[in-house]
């Protein structure tokens, strides 16, 4: 997949605009779109992972396209997803999951229920009492 250059256009900010998708939601999905992601093969890149394999499967260079359409370990949840698309007669293929405004929520709805990006709780840090 190529990044599109001509970014944002003003279906891209419709899309992800929409008061039924949240921001983190929003936020994800874009990031999605220009491979900017925290999939390991991206984080490993810069140092934030160890190896650049699916924590889920252990696929080697968990990309978007596998994280979206191949890991064995989303099978589930991507089933919600191709359900909604083939009830939209919409192929599944990263084109149409990142491109399409109707499988905007869909999509959404597949990235929350995998937990994949899901912040880590970070342990309670004491506050420093103000001077």
Known sequence: MKLDKSMPLNSFIKRLSTPNLSWNSASLI???E???VPLNV???RFQRADSANCPACGARNK???HFLLVCPSYAR???KLRSEASKLSKNMCIKTLLGDPDLTLPLANFIDATHRFKPIAKPDVPRRSMP
């Open 42 to 44: 991206h984080l490993k």
């Open 77 to 79: 949840e991507r089933w």
């Open 34 to 36: 220009i491979m900017h």
């Open 63 to 65: 990309t978007v396209e």
């Open 30 to 32: 874009s990031q999605l």
